[in-house]
């Protein structure tokens, strides 16, 4: 065995399309199992009907199934194997094999240049000009669409066929006279003359039409040759509103740039405009808002003051009750520990005033205090000066000068602690 009858074995039976890829190393040793099913596999593509044992499991079964593939190869492809290299099953049975591989990979290789010449052959067949059967096209439709009329006529008339034997048979069965044949005949010549001189009269016509049709050729020639020389003189002539023309071509492609930018910038103005508008309205709504809550804290920070000075007042009522039924002693003991209703005491007169708050307990304030006291003392100023006036007529009329003496040092001591406080404010 040889190197080379290896590889073109492998490669041959690779291209005849053997299911297994076949190793070069494949032979090296004894393999029976491989060299049977590689001779089952060609049998089969030789005589693809044949039946052949595929037993080989035991020595009888192996011998029995050389013989019968040498056998079947002397027969039938008259090829001549040698059973004792078979059934070595090494690299001189590839030799064996290699007989019965190059039979079919030529064959093989005929059917592909057989093939391939017959495609050759039929591409050429179809490579040829058809502008030149296009008339050849035309007449086989034409004939096509009139055999299909006429074997619509035909159809129609074996329908008819019917009736007409009848009327054939009675007219062949009639009896010919001889006046009527002649009268028959002579209509029938005579349409065929009429026929005739419509025909001469028609060719006549013919020829004085087709001198007629020629002369107005000529006539339309004669015009179509004037008409492009004029074309040929208008384009060598340039127009004189050409310049103008393309002058105002130009300005116009200008001032289409320039509406183009105008409009792409006041659709931006636009967009910038809306989103404007958007936020003013929502810092107008924001303000509105703000205002409503502002409007409702002044509301409750009104209602809160009313409620202290009805408060005050209510303390005031009850103050003054007991000095009216008491002595004049009893009141000037009772008068120093009278609380005072407003925030903002008066010292020495109106001018004097200082700022503490309703529990006199601290003298220092916080700036929550000091803001309510200032929004407060606007408002409640003179009404609490009006009241400090009436109760100190009221208080000269039912005391002494001693009473006075110890309102103007009662107005520099601190107030007692009330229940209420400004922790509301």
């Known amino acids: 065995m040889s190197f080379r009858d290896l590889r073109n074995f492998t490669e041959m039976m690779r291209a005849l399309g053997y299911h297994r890829l076949i190793s070069m190393e494949s032979f090296r040793t004894p393999n029976f199992g491989l060299v049977a099913e590689i001779l089952i596999w060609l049998v089969e593509r030789y005589e693809p009907q044949t039946d052949i044992p595929t037993e080989v ?171 492009r020389k004029r074309l040929q003189a208008l384009k060598s002539v340039r127009p004189a509103f050409m310049d103008e023309y393309e002058k105002i071509e130009e300005e116009l492609q200008k001032q289409y740039e320039t509406y183009v930018e105008k409009f792409r910038n006041l659709c931006f103005l636009e967009s910038q405009l809306d989103e404007y508008h958007k936020l003013e309205q929502e810092r107008f709504e924001l303000q509105e808002a703000e205002n409503t809550m502002r409007m409702m804290q002044n509301k409750v920070r009104e209602e809160e003051g009313d409620q202290m000075r009805s408060s005050l007042k209510d303390e005031d009522s009850d103050m003054d009750v007991p000095e009216d039924e008491g002595s004049d002693s009893d009141m000037e003991e009772i008068r120093p520990s009278k609380p005072r209703p407003t925030r903002n005491g008066i010292m020495a007169g109106r001018g004097a005033r200082f700022t503490g708050n309703m529990q006199g307990g601290d003298s220092d304030e916080t700036e929550d205090s000091e803001i309510d006291g200032d929004e407060d003392d606007e408002d409640d100023d003179e009404g609490e000066e009006e009241e400090e006036e009436s109760k100190e007529l009221e208080d000269d009329s039912l005391e002494g000068p001693m009473s006075r003496g110890a309102r103007i040092s009662r107005g520099g001591m601190k107030p007692p602690l009330l229940e209420e406080s400004n922790n509301d404010f």
Do not use: C, W
């Open 57 to 227: 499991d035991t020595e009888s079964d192996r011998i029995f199934f050389i013989k019968a593939v040498a056998q079947f190869m002397a027969t039938k492809a008259h090829i001549k194997l040698n059973t004792k290299r078979l059934y070595q099953a090494d690299g001189y049975a590839v030799k064996e094999m290699l007989k019965i591989t190059t039979v079919l990979y030529s064959a093989m290789k005929t059917m592909q240049m057989t093939l391939g010449d017959q495609n050759e052959e039929d591409n050429s067949k179809f490579k040829f000009d058809l502008s030149s059967r296009i008339s050849d096209l035309k007449a086989a439709r034409q004939l096509a669409s009139d055999v299909t009329s006429k074997g619509a006529s035909l159809y129609d008339l074996l329908g008819k066929e019917v009736e007409l034997r009848e009327m054939r048979t009675a007219a062949i069965a009639r009896p010919l006279e001889i006046n009527e044949t002649e009268k028959a005949l002579r209509a029938a010549i005579k349409e065929v003359l009429e026929s005739v001189e419509k025909t001469k009269d028609m060719l006549g016509n013919v020829v004085s039409d087709e001198a007629s049709l020629d002369a107005k050729i000529e006539k339309k020639k004669q015009e179509l040759e004037r008409v």
